[in-house]
């Protein structure tokens, strides 16, 4: 190839990752153990000659389920219901990234921010 190419396109990230969630705080008596979870994303380079990236990533945990056989009164008379209730973790961010000119042995560091929600739900 002959000549100078100056064009470049801008860079797409997809990313996808396995999680272990480890619950805190108040939860953390309940759920004592490692919960597994996924997370997706991408990042789509701002400007072609600027290491600065937006995107968004989603993420889901599930926080594990239990479940209950409970006696009550119906019509007069006993009856036993099944009860189970499964708890889940959703999010999803926006997020900005960094790449500054700085590389350690063969490893390019990056600062990210992560801006988002997350929603707790539980299934009865």
Not at 21 to 39: H, L, M, N, V
Not at 56 to 61: A, G, L, R, S, T
Not at 103 to 122: D, N, Q, R, S, V
Request: aromatic letters at 20%; a negative charge; hydrophobic letters at 40%.
């Amino acid at each position: 190839i002959s000549g100078n190419i100056s064009a470049q396109s801008k860079i797409t990230f997809l990313e996808g990752s396995i999680c272990f969630t480890k619950a805190s705080g108040f939860f953390a008596r309940q759920i004592p153990e490692y919960k597994f979870g996924f997370d997706v994303g991408f990042l789509r380079q701002v400007k072609t000659e600027k290491p600065l990236f937006w995107g968004m990533d989603i993420y889901y945990n599930n926080l594990g389920s239990t479940s209950a056989t409970i006696e009550e009164i119906l019509d007069f008379n006993f009856v036993n219901f099944d009860y189970s209730t499964t708890s889940n973790l959703l999010g999803a961010n926006a997020r900005m990234r960094f790449y500054p000119d700085i590389y350690l042995f063969g490893i390019e560091p990056y600062m990210e921010a992560h801006l988002g929600y997350k929603w707790f739900f539980t299934n009865t």
